[in-house]
């Protein structure tokens, strides 16, 4: 999948059985929109923003915020700044209510681009990086990725080597998030496919490639030089993606 069309969500967004919906967000829109978004953040959210010690980081951080409350108020009900949220042990935001239907969600952002994933049910991991230059790429897999993961990487050509590193780790963060683990769980504990044009999949968790059968896992491309990944525990699912637009 490259590129999402542009759409604005709109109150009452429908989220079927079976659908997981993608929502890419720019976070250097213009100063407005920043403002705008900015006033749906809650009194914590705010103070969280002015410790940023740089301008850029704040920005990134009011305007993921900001457009994550626009997308759980369409999905949800309510308004935006009406969104509350509690935290899992390792940092991760839940809806404070139970949204209707099991409203699952998951955001990333790397760089200036945020990827949020909505599924109803089962927990979501979303994850997304911005392909910057890695010519040590080879050097870091050697201390986080399996022994399969590591041939297949030394085996890829070229700068091809490059995104199968963040094909690899797009998947592994995105399954880590599902369970609520980020970097805490081993990186080599699971293999996932990487090699650009494989699809992608979990081959062994724990060795046990049974249970790995089970996750459903999802390649994406939001932008030019951003690639991302979805993980979710169980079924087929049918993904639909969307830039966010206010």
Request: net charge negative.
């Amino acid at each position: 999948m490259t590129g999402f069309p542009p759409r604005s969500p709109a109150p009452g967004e429908e989220l079927r059985p079976g659908e997981i919906h993608v929502w890419s967000i720019r976070l250097d829109p213009d100063p407005a929109e920043v403002e705008r978004l900015g006033r749906s953040l809650s009194a914590d959210e705010r103070e969280r923003a002015g410790r940023f010690r740089f301008d850029r980081h704040r920005r990134q951080y009011v305007v993921g915020r900001g457009a994550l409350r626009v997308l759980l108020a369409a999905y949800a009900g309510g308004r935006p700044e009406a969104v509350r949220f509690r935290y899992g042990h390792r940092g991760k935001p839940f809806l404070e209510s139970p949204a209707p239907g099991g409203l699952q969600f998951n955001l990333s952002n790397s760089d200036e681009l945020a990827l949020v994933g909505f599924v109803t049910g089962p927990e979501i991991g979303v994850d997304v990086e911005y392909l910057r230059p890695m010519p040590d790429c080879e050097q870091i897999s050697e201390r986080f990725f399996s022994e399969s993961e590591r041939q297949v990487l030394r085996s890829i050509p070229g700068r091809a080597k490059e995104e199968a590193f963040f094909n690899c780790w797009t998947r592994k963060e995105a399954y880590l998030k599902a369970v609520g683990e980020g970097l805490a769980a081993p990186l080599d504990s699971f293999d996932v496919t990487l090699a650009p044009g494989d699809p992608p999949r979990m081959l062994t968790l724990e060795g046990d490639a049974g249970r790995a059968a089970r996750w459903f896992f999802h390649h994406l491309t939001p932008a030019d030089d951003y690639v991302g990944a979805v993980a979710v525990d169980g079924g087929e699912w049918v993904v639909k993606a969307w830039s966010f637009s206010a």
